[in-house]
């Protein structure tokens, strides 16, 4: 059984690029949601995807971009990089409903230079 | 503004002895608590969590304790092994509002001395 997959796993950008990172979920998960984690901090909600559309959103300018297609992967766009969004960035996947624990994947480091 | 807190970045046990990681939260919302771990180059793994309905869960080494009149929340394991050496973050959220986003500590690492 397949985990949460991400890739790529590293990433180097220079500032103004734009990246995309994807995500497929765990096996039977409908929810991606995704998560930034900086240097010595716990990770920050960004987002949410569920059929489709962007459920939550968390304390993110509009930079941040998402996607989900219909097997249910997803796709977190970044434009105009900043130094600032270096970052480990964390997919998790869950199944609808309250209080299911998140899945997360390995995540996706990306270093803006 | 920090709406989970882990004022404590480091910890050190004797194999054997108990381990207790603590948190506390600001945000009166929240009625779901969890922890994860996470080992190097690994994303965090689901460990153990709590309803606000309940002041303790047990699972195998594992007791999560809730104090909701002090916002407070602690992990303990015993008996600590060498293999539990990772980061521990306390993450919460507020289910009622229809809301599953996750606010997380900033972790404490978590070192088991054989």
């Known amino acids: 059984d397949a985990g949460v997959t991400q890739s790529p796993t590293h990433l180097i950008k220079t500032r103004g690029q734009q990246v995309t990172l994807r995500c497929s979920p765990k096996?039977?998960?409908?929810?991606v949601s995704w998560y930034q984690q900086a240097l010595g901090q716990g990770p920050q909600f960004i987002f949410q995807?569920?059929?489709?559309?962007?459920?939550q959103r968390g304390n993110f300018p509009d930079r941040f971009s998402g996607h989900q297609f219909p097997n249910y992967s997803s796709e977190l766009n970044v434009n105009a990089l900043l130094l600032g969004d270096s970052a480990l960035y964390l997919c998790?996947?869950?199944?609808?409903?309250?209080?299911?624990?998140?899945?997360f994947g390995s995540g996706t480091q990306l270093s803006v230079l | 503004d920090q709406q989970v807190k882990q004022n404590s970045p480091s910890l050190s046990v004797q194999e054997g002895r108990i381990s207790i990681l603590n948190c506390d939260y600001t945000?009166?919302?929240?009625?779901?608590f969890l922890w994860y771990k996470k080992y190097p180059a690994e994303g965090p793994t689901f460990l153990i969590s709590?309803?606000?309905?309940?002041d303790k869960n047990e699972d195998g080494r594992f007791t999560v304790f809730l104090n909701k009149s002090a916002k407070h929340l602690s992990l303990h394991i015993v008996p600590s092994q060498p293999g539990d050496s990772a980061v521990y973050f306390c993450?919460?959220?507020?289910?009622?509002?229809?809301?599953?986003?996750?606010?997380f500590g900033t972790g404490t690492r978590l070192t088991v001395i054989p």
């Open positions: 998790a996947s869950s199944s609808q409903g309250f209080n299911e624990k998140l899945f």
């Open positions: 096996s039977g998960h409908d929810t």
């Open positions: 995807y569920y059929e489709e559309e962007e459920r």
């Open positions: 945000n009166s919302m929240f009625d779901y």
């Open positions: 709590i309803s606000s309905i309940k």
């Open positions: 993450a919460a959220s507020e289910s009622r509002s229809g809301a599953n986003n996750l606010f």
